[in-house]
């Protein structure tokens, strides 16, 4: 099995910074993509931002140049968030794209999620 733990989240002010950590463990064969994905009350799950296992990045529109997706090593990712605006309180969830030991396809693996508020 493969398990995903998302920590790091909080109460911020608006233009404050906040830093989120995704940790995959587990049996795992190898891990593609991990992402950062939120909702917010009433809305629907959406994409932040991707990376692959050759560092490639993607981020939506609305974050970009603010956040920043990393990749420590191929379980480890962050997202540094910067400038943080009250439209960005959502509970932030870590998906990771891997293929576990003995599989022979790959599956998509969800944290618990961390909340983030952005709130004076």
């Known amino acids: 099995q493969v398990q995903v733990v998302e920590s790091g989240g909080g109460l911020v002010q608006p233009g404050g910074s906040l830093r989120l950590s995704c940790a995959a463990s587990?049996?795992?064969?190898?891990?593609?993509?991990m992402g950062w994905y939120r909702q917010a009350p009433g809305k629907q799950r959406e994409l932040v931002a991707t990376?692959?296992?050759?560092?490639?990045t993607k981020y939506a529109d609305s974050v970009k140049g603010r956040f920043t997706i990393s990749r420590a090593n191929a379980k480890n990712t962050y997202l540094q968030m910067n400038s943080l605006k009250p439209e960005d309180t959502a509970v932030y969830y870590c998906?990771?794209?891997?293929?576990?030991?003995?599989?022979?396809?790959?599956?998509?693996?969800w944290g618990q999620g961390t909340q983030v508020t952005v709130s004076s």
């Open positions: 587990g049996s795992i064969f190898n891990i593609n993509t």
């Open positions: 990376i692959t296992s050759g560092r490639s």
């Open positions: 998906k990771v794209a891997a293929q576990a030991m003995g599989a022979s396809y790959q599956t998509d693996y």
